[in-house]
Antibody, heavy 121, light 107 residues
Framework: EVQLLESGGGLAERGGSRTLSCAAS????????MNWVRQAPGKGLEWVSD????????FYADSVKGRFTIARDVLKNTLYLQMNNLRPEDTAIYYC??????????????WGQGTLVTVSS | DIQLTQSPSFLSAFVGDRVIITCRAS??????LAWYQQKPGKAPKVLIY???TLQSGVPSRFSGSGSGTEFTLTISNLQPEDSATYYC?????????FGGGTKVEIK
């Protein structure tokens, strides 16, 4: 059974850093592309970042480019999102999601339950 | 960036109704489109992928169609448990983008 368990959310200061983790089970991260998607309180979904199964190709939304880094540890089967220089507008629930396959064009087949990051102003 | 425009942003319908949600892309995206359902306090879940393929376990009253720039999600025989917000997402180009969402209310 596929499971994604995010952790690392909490309160952060403006300009501060936070690292989110997403522990995966039931599949191997190296075989699938993975994403982070966020949702600000009361707002819609915003795609944040993508990493391919090999871990060598990454993509970011313009709103986080240069501040956030996606990575994964295949030995721990865990996905990460390192968030630096946090801004109040980064306040959101952060979801990790497994894409249906490695490579492009596939949907987000399975989502974690999310972890809330609040950035104080 | 590819923009997705969903309409309507809100709809209210009766149990048993057929509802249609539209998603328009600012440029052609072939069939690289997915539909997600999100209930309050829950993570989104995929309903339809590749524009028209029903995700396993999703009731057959949900269907998707379209290609290029115009897509629709149809819910036939609307049920109380379909009260949720629905999002489309394009998967053709980075940055991947979502539509603004359609909140479906049951009258």
């Amino acid at each position: 059974e596929v499971q994604l368990l995010e952790s690392g959310g909490g309160l952060a200061e403006r300009g501060g850093s936070r690292t989110l983790s997403c522990a995966a089970s039931g599949f191997t991260l190296s075989s699938y592309a993975m994403n982070w998607v966020r949702q600000a309180p009361g707002k819609g979904l915003e795609w944040v970042s993508d990493i391919n199964g090999g871990g060598y190709e990454t993509f970011y939304a313009d709103s986080v480019k240069g501040r956030f880094t996606i990575a994964r540890d295949v030995l721990k089967n865990t996905l990460y999102l390192q968030m630096n220089n946090l801004r109040p507008e980064d306040t959101a629930i952060y979801y990790c999601a497994k894409r249906r396959r490695d490579g492009r064009n596939s949907d987000l087949e399975f989502w974690g339950q999310g972890t809330l990051v609040t950035v104080s102003s | 960036d590819i923009q997705l425009t969903q309409s309507p942003s809100f709809l209210s319908a009766f149990v048993g109704d057929r509802v249609i949600i539209t998603c328009r892309a600012s440029q052609g995206i072939y069939s690289f489109l997915a539909w997600y359902q999100q209930k309050p306090g829950k993570a989104p879940k995929v309903l339809i992928y590749a524009a028209s393929t029903l995700q396993s376990g999703v009731p057959s009253r949900f269907s998707g169609s379209g290609s290029g720039t115009e897509f629709t999600l149809t819910i036939s025989n609307l049920q109380p448990e379909d009260s949720a917000t629905y999002y489309c997402q394009q998967l053709k180009d980075y940055p991947l983008t979502f539509g603004g969402g359609t909140k479906v209310e049951i009258k």
